[in-house]
């Protein structure tokens, strides 16, 4: 199935369009149906956004990242609360962390 038609909110932002990570990176596209719903979606989402710098990647044009980032923003409204659970993980692993170093 398609990111378009699976994801309710991203068929309204595309219009007629179609979704270029449907078209042109199906193996992208279906990574992110089978995280839709889970936490381990904004650890997807940062993978493919931060490029490290030993890896030779080009990156992703313009208009997919505008997809991706769109994809992002529906997640985070249909469910608040696993963006919370990332947040509040990352902020005590970073209090843990900091402890260690006094």
């Excluded at 490290?52 to 985070?76: A, S």
């Excluded at 947040?87 to 962390?97: C, L, M, P, Q, T």
């Amino acid at each position: 199935m398609s990111l378009k038609n699976s994801i309710k909110g991203f068929k309204a932002y595309l219009g007629n369009k179609e979704s270029l990570l449907d078209t042109n990176y199906r193996r992208i596209a279906d990574m992110i149906e089978l995280h839709w719903g889970y936490k381990e979606f904004y650890q997807l989402i940062q993978k493919l956004l931060v490029v490290e710098k030993d890896q030779n990647r080009q990156g992703f044009p313009l208009e997919v990242l505008q997809e991706i980032y769109t994809l992002q923003e529906l997640h985070q409204k249909e469910f608040p609360a696993l963006k919370i659970l990332i947040d509040d993980g990352s902020a005590s692993r970073a209090r843990n962390k900091s402890s260690l170093l006094v």
